[in-house]
């Protein structure tokens, strides 16, 4: 599985040369808790879509699968959802704000873009785990 990091903050323009690539989010870290928040906004020349993806971590992980995992919809493809900031796991394709935890998990964003671009950007909240 080919990947490139997205563990920075910051802002990504994604377009078709990642299609099938996977961005690595990562785990918080050794004695750290968090969550990523991510904000899709694709152009109207878009056609594809995100899956948020994730596998424990640590090193012994390092070549465990990638399966799909559930992140909390803020704003999920152009809509609120009934259920605010609830549990989701839907194919991202529009709008979309939503927050991924990363208590034991190293998530990823598996990319299926035909055509068009979007702009993703990235935040990482992260803390110190409670003893």
Request: glycine share 2%; proline share 10%; no cysteine.
């Given at each position: 599985?080919?990947?490139?990091p997205l563990n920075q903050r910051g802002a990504y323009k994604i377009d078709a040369t990642v299609h099938g690539l996977w961005g690595h989010l990562g785990p918080a870290g050794p004695g750290t808790t968090g969550v990523w928040t991510l904000q899709?906004?694709?152009?109207?020349?878009?056609?594809?879509?995100?899956?948020?993806q994730g596998r424990i971590a640590g090193e012994d992980a390092k070549?465990?699968?990638?399966?799909?995992?559930?992140?909390?919809?803020?704003?999920?493809?152009?809509?609120?959802?009934?259920?605010?900031?609830?549990?989701?796991?839907?194919?991202?394709?529009?709008?979309?704000?939503i927050e991924i935890p990363t208590a034991g998990s190293d998530p990823a964003v598996l990319f299926n873009i035909v055509s068009g671009f979007g702009m993703l950007y990235v935040l990482d909240v992260m803390g110190a785990s409670p003893t």
């Open positions: 599985m080919a990947m490139f899709w906004e694709p152009d109207l020349s878009f056609d594809g879509q995100l899956a948020v070549n465990a699968v990638f399966v799909p995992m559930p992140y909390i919809a803020v704003y999920l493809n152009a809509a609120v959802p009934a259920s605010p900031r609830s549990w989701a796991s839907d194919m991202i394709q529009s709008t979309s704000w």
